[in-house]
């Protein structure tokens, strides 16, 4: 009996080893499998991480969202909340007990708190509109959150009931006095993303924006790290752009400072400057609030610095100027001497320590992309990914030694899907200049094969192909489906100094271009086994644009084109966008300011020129850049006799985000790649 029980044992053993070698090539299938670490908060005392999960529902066409815990040292991980609700936003409370979060359990978002040993969730909020952006103090009894109200009216309870009527009226015609009248995926009705700041024990939320006609945190893209409780206990503050009708052409955000009952109206502590000033991270001793500030107005993409602010005295002090490199994420040291930050660093998303005193940088994990980096007792907690990893928790110590991870959600996954590898290389660009790049391998790679190539043009522009596991355009799409992938981060990009990021503007089609040819023909000869005959160059945003210019102004450079989300009409494309400072800056004014900086590198001018078959993507929810115009790119393309297609997502904004659409998009991607490239 024992004997057959061991054979059998031995059996299931062969079969799970087995099976476990049963891989394939990296599809989207695998993508959309990895499951997605964010948002990891550390306990007061340093021994445990809290993190949301998101694991995509392939039958409900979602994500969902759950919290999980893990001991720093990466024991004991657990699943914290289990509900079929989305439960996201986690907060630890000021003891550590207890894990404060947002949920739509309840039917709408509202603020949730579970003790870390488990047991049913707590409801702490309920109120009539949904709550956004949790923040718990750790230094007095206080939740902040946002709500979105009419700025006009006092409570809360009056703006549910003006939506109400709103939702009664017979007519639907919305009458707008000022941009913006809509903004990324969303039309403006009015309403306003408002701080309110409640206790723990009793008492309604107070709106501590008081009648400010603004936002916070700022929108789309802003979240709590825009939000800081002061260590005395009393106030709050947090970054909003209040600049009245300017606010489609500022980058003014401006840091504020309100006490927590609401009975003042917020102070601004950053008037002087009028460019970006954002993410405010106060010392442990709380004698000194870091954060980060632009110089530039009106200019999205100029290098953030770390501002010192003294608490008692407000002077200020820049800590960074001499750092040609613009940090993200912040945090301090135990100790007040170093401010530990995250920037784009030659290709990788680096972690650094920064001295407070002299301002020196010292890099502690270069490779990769690091990001929300938290102090964990004597060790620092981040995220890192790479090109042939999803996001995984890790710890290291400040010196940069003993890096280990802390996460291995997705080692399965991982290992069941094989990859290409990658390498960076660099040749000489645009005025004989560095600038580097990417290439991955085909999976299962044969270097006596020859292989087509998917050139991948960036968005931004100044963005990035660095080192990093992207869910939207990732390179290992291609390569697992036979490609090779080639990214260069031409003039413009960013982790390469400021002045390689200005020098895209007034020249979107000039310096960027020069890369993108010097750079795949440094790809071709570094690497024999590509077939330059057989390239296909794919972009979108900024990457869609250079797409249609690339279309007549490079016309026998590919044999075919995919262009996502891109424009066709620079000079038109101002006139039915949102964020007008972008195009303000980029192209040197407005178009009736300076029309010759928008027909410069207009690929509308260029359409006789095109000849390379085009497929066209667009989202209907893209408020940034508009359908028309890639309805226009499509219907110019047929118009010319020139083989295209035009996929469209009504349901999609300037990203396809749902997982079945993700699914559509990249088979129908690959399937044009494969149509004239194989």
């Given at each position: 009996m024992r004997r057959t029980i061991l054979i059998t044992l031995a059996l299931f053993i062969f079969c799970i080893s087995s099976f476990s070698q049963d891989t394939h090539p990296f599809s989207i299938h695998d993508m959309l499998a990895m499951e997605r670490i964010s948002e990891a908060q550390v306990s007061p005392d340093g021994q445990n991480i809290v993190f949301t999960l998101r694991t995509t529902d392939l039958v409900a066409n979602r994500g969902r969202t759950d919290l999980w815990l893990v001991d720093v040292d990466g024991k004991n991980l657990r699943q914290l909340t289990t509900h079929p609700a989305g439960d996201f936003n986690p907060q630890w409370s000021a003891c550590g007990k207890f894990v404060f979060f947002l949920s739509t359990r309840s039917g709408s978002s509202q603020a949730w708190k579970i003790g870390i040993s488990g047991g049913e969730a707590v409801q702490v909020t309920d109120l009539p509109l949904d709550v956004s952006n949790l923040l718990v103090s750790p230094y007095s009894p206080h939740l902040a959150f946002t709500l979105d109200v009419f700025v006009d009216l006092k409570s809360i309870d009056k703006t549910k009931e003006r939506l109400e009527e709103i939702s009664k009226r017979k007519s639907s015609g919305v009458i707008h006095d000022r941009l913006f009248f809509r903004h990324w995926d969303t039309w403006k009705d009015g309403r306003r993303s408002h701080l309110f700041v409640m206790t723990l024990k009793e008492g309604a939320p107070a709106d501590v924006m008081a009648d400010m006609d603004a936002d916070a945190p700022s929108k789309p893209f802003g979240g709590i790290e825009e939000i800081a409780f002061t260590p005395n206990g009393m106030g709050i503050v947090f970054t909003a752009r209040d600049v009245g009708r300017e606010e489609a052409w500022s980058t003014d955000f401006d840091l504020y400072y309100a006490p927590l009952d609401g009975a003042q109206a917020p102070k601004c502590l950053t008037e002087a400057n009028q460019a970006w000033d954002t993410q405010p991270v106060f010392s442990p001793d709380g004698q000194t609030m870091a954060f980060l500030a632009m110089v530039r107005p009106?200019?999205?993409?100029?290098?953030?610095?770390?501002?010192?602010?003294?608490?008692?005295?407000?002077?200020?002090?820049?800590?960074?100027?001499?750092?040609?490199?613009?940090?993200?994420?912040?945090?301090?040291?135990?100790?007040?001497?170093?401010?530990?930050?995250?920037?784009?660093?030659?290709?990788?998303?680096?972690?650094?320590?920064?001295?407070?005193?002299?301002?020196?940088?010292?890099?502690?994990?270069?490779?990769?992309?690091?990001?929300?980096?938290?102090?964990?007792?004597?060790?620092?907690?981040?995220?890192?990914?790479?090109?042939?990893?999803?996001?995984?928790?890790?710890?290291?110590?400040?010196?940069?030694?003993?890096?280990?991870?802390?996460?291995?959600?997705?080692?399965?996954?991982?290992?069941?899907?094989?990859?290409?590898?990658?390498?960076?290389?660099?040749?000489?660009?645009?005025?004989?200049?560095?600038?580097?790049?990417?290439?991955?391998?085909?999976?299962?790679?044969?270097?006596?094969?020859?292989?087509?190539?998917?050139?991948?043009?960036?968005?931004?522009?100044?963005?990035?192909?660095?080192?990093?596991?992207?869910?939207?355009?990732?390179?290992?799409?291609?390569?697992?489906?036979?490609?090779?992938?080639?990214?260069?981060?031409?003039?413009?990009?960013?982790?390469?100094?400021?002045?390689?990021?200005?020098?895209?503007?007034?020249?979107?089609?000039?310096?960027?271009?020069?890369?993108?040819?010097?750079?795949?023909?440094?790809?071709?000869?570094?690497?024999?086994?590509?077939?330059?005959?057989?390239?296909?160059?794919?972009?979108?945003?900024?990457?869609?644009?250079?797409?249609?210019?690339?279309?007549?102004?490079?016309?026998?450079?590919?044999?075919c084109l995919v262009s996502h989300d891109g424009n066709l009409d620079e000079r038109l494309a101002y006139f039915d966008t949102e964020e007008l400072w972008f195009p303000e800056w980029e192209h040197l004014g407005t178009p009736w300011e300076n029309p010759a900086s928008y027909e410069k590198h207009n690929p509308v001018n260029y359409v006789k020129n095109w000849k390379t078959p085009i497929l066209v993507v667009h989202g209907g929810q893209d408020f940034r850049v508009v359908e028309t115009q890639g309805m226009s790119t499509f219907t110019a393309a047929q118009r010319k006799g020139i083989p295209s297609k035009f996929l469209y997502f009504p349901d999609e904004n300037h990203w396809v985000l749902k997982p079945a659409n993700s699914i559509l998009w990249h088979d129908t991607v690959i399937a044009w790649l494969d149509q004239w490239l194989k």
């Open positions: 009106r200019f999205e993409a100029d290098r953030y610095r770390i501002v010192l602010h003294d608490w008692a005295s407000g002077g200020k002090r820049v800590l960074t100027e001499s750092w040609d490199r613009s940090p993200s994420s912040l945090c301090w040291s135990s100790d007040n001497k170093t401010i530990y930050a995250t920037a784009d660093n030659i290709g990788q998303s680096s972690l650094f320590a920064i001295d407070v005193q002299s301002g020196a940088v010292k890099t502690i994990v270069k490779e990769g992309t690091v990001s929300s980096p938290n102090l964990a007792g004597a060790r620092i907690v981040y995220a890192l990914d790479h090109l042939k990893a999803a996001a995984e928790l890790w710890s290291v110590f400040p010196d940069g030694s003993d890096p280990r991870p802390v996460t291995q959600i997705n080692a399965a996954n991982l290992a069941q899907a094989r990859m290409g590898d990658f390498e960076q290389f660099s040749f000489k660009g645009w005025n004989n200049e560095t600038v580097y790049g990417y290439i991955v391998k085909p999976v299962d790679f044969d270097p006596a094969k020859r292989y087509p190539v998917a050139f991948l043009i960036h968005g931004g522009p100044q963005g990035s192909f660095g080192n990093h596991f992207h869910y939207r355009w990732n390179p290992q799409a291609y390569t697992g489906a036979g490609y090779a992938a080639v990214m260069v981060d031409f003039h413009g990009s960013t982790g390469y100094g400021q002045a390689f990021t200005d020098a895209i503007r007034g020249d979107w089609g000039g310096k960027p271009l020069v890369d993108l040819q010097k750079g795949l023909a440094a790809a071709l000869a570094k690497c024999p086994w590509m077939d330059g005959k057989r390239v296909g160059a794919l972009g979108a945003s900024y990457g869609g644009y250079m797409i249609n210019w690339i279309a007549g102004n490079w016309p026998d450079g590919f044999k």
